[in-house]
Nanobody
Framework: QVQLVESGGGLVQPGGSLRLSCEAS????????MGWYRQAPGKQRELVAA???????NYADSVKGRFTISRDNVKNTVYLQMNSLKPDDTAVYYC?????????WGQGAQVTVSS
């Protein structure tokens, strides 16, 4: 049983930065694979970034070089640092945790990039 609580969304101008946080419950967080997905109106949910329990990362081509995913196993938290934001990054961002038994989702955080 895992609960994910997201924070850090908001409004930012093009070229700006935001950092999303996702705190996970559970005593075996260090074994979870974690990720961030996003969904914009009228579009499919897509994988933005993922990080394994060992620290290996993967990024969507659209965010590579601008976004960085990281994790803190002491705080049971995964982060998404978003730099050089573009209007096309506007979406609801969902934290994701994958265990050996199930997949869990955060409540979603709205990110709006607009001037």
């Amino acid at each position: 049983q895992v609960q994910l609580v997201e924070s850090g969304g908001g409004l930012v101008q093009p070229g700006g930065s935001l950092r999303l946080s996702c705190e996970a419950s559970g005593s075996i967080f260090r074994t979870f694979a974690m990720g961030w997905y996003r969904q914009a109106p009228g579009k499919q949910r897509e994988l933005v970034a993922a990080i394994t329990s060992s620290g290996s990362t993967n990024y969507a081509d659209s965010v590579k070089g601008r976004f960085t995913i990281s994790r803190d196993n002491v705080k049971n938290t995964v982060y998404l640092q978003m730099n050089s934001l573009k209007p096309d990054d506007t979406a609801v961002y969902y934290c994701n945790a994958r265990t050996t038994l199930a997949v869990y989702w955060g409540q979603g955080a709205q990110v709006t990039v607009s001037s």
